[in-house]
T-cell receptor, first 109, second 116 residues
Framework: GQNIDQPTEMTATEGAIVQINCTYQ??????LFWYQQHAGEAPTFLSY??LDGLEEKGRFSSFLSRSKGYSYLLLKELQMKDSASYLC??????????WGAGTKLIIKP | GAVVSQHPSRVICKSGTSVKIECRSL??????MFWYRQFPKKSLMLMAT?????????EQGVEKDKFLINHASLTLSTLTVTSAHPEDSSFYIC????????????FGDGTRLSIL
């Protein structure tokens, strides 16, 4: 079966760095997406990785290792507004998005 | 770019009513639109995939006669919840994607549906 695993919840301190991991087992791979979802709102697109390596976009970076079925989202210089759920989603061989359950990130002052 | 508009943002109505939700891609042509449902503190659940000009593909367990989807143009898809019941109360979110399948989905703001 297809499976996406990410931690349910994480806590970090304002100004710090946090890494949210995602491991996946899917039938084929056509890329991995990270989305941010604030409570009561729709998801917003953060990043897309299809090749191995690190993609940096401002305070956010996303890493992919296809051989390990592993990705992480790295958030630097955390701000209170970064408190949200972070969703990992993998596109399988049929270009269907398989969604993880999301990681709720709590930022403390 | 890649703005998706979803209306209404909130609906409260009586049991038995039919509710229509619109999803529009404002600045791009969306060959494929997706309809999701999300319960509180749960992940997104894909209900159906809608391709312009063809019938929607429903996920297992989703009643196509209850959740009617129309994707009549490259910028508009609608979801109609027919004869809604309290158990249909949920957060419904649409997303849209351009032709290239490996492009990200862009989400509308969602519709919070409450059936009394």
């Amino acid at each position: 079966g297809q499976n996406i695993d990410q931690p349910t919840e994480m806590t970090a301190t304002e100004g710090a760095i946090v890494q949210i991991n995602c491991t996946y087992q899917t039938s084929g791979f056509n890329g991995l997406f990270w989305y941010q979802q604030h409570a009561g709102e729709a998801p917003t697109f953060l990043s897309y990785n299809v090749l191995d390596g690190l993609e940096e976009k401002g305070r956010f970076s996303s890493f992919l290792s296809r051989s390990k079925g592993y990705s992480y989202l790295l958030l630097k210089e955390l701000q209170m507004k970064d408190s949200a759920s972070y969703l990992c989603a993998v596109m399988d061989s049929n270009y269907q998005l398989i969604w993880g359950a999301g990681t709720k990130l709590i930022i403390k002052p | 770019g890649a703005v998706v508009s979803q209306h209404p943002s909130r609906v409260i109505c009586k049991s038995g009513t039919s509710v229509k939700i619109e999803c529009r891609s404002l600045d791009f042509q969306a060959t494929t639109m997706f309809w999701y449902r999300q319960f509180p503190k749960k992940s997104l659940m894909l209900m159906a995939t809608s391709n312009e000009g063809s019938k929607a593909t429903y996920e297992q367990g989703v009643e196509k006669d209850k959740f009617l989807i129309n994707h009549a143009s490259l910028t508009l898809s609608t979801l109609t919840v027919t004869s809604a019941h309290p158990e249909d109360s949920s957060f419904y979110i649409c997303s849209a994607r351009v032709l290239q399948e490996n492009q990200p989905q862009h989400f509308g703001d969602g519709t919070r549906l409450s059936i009394l």
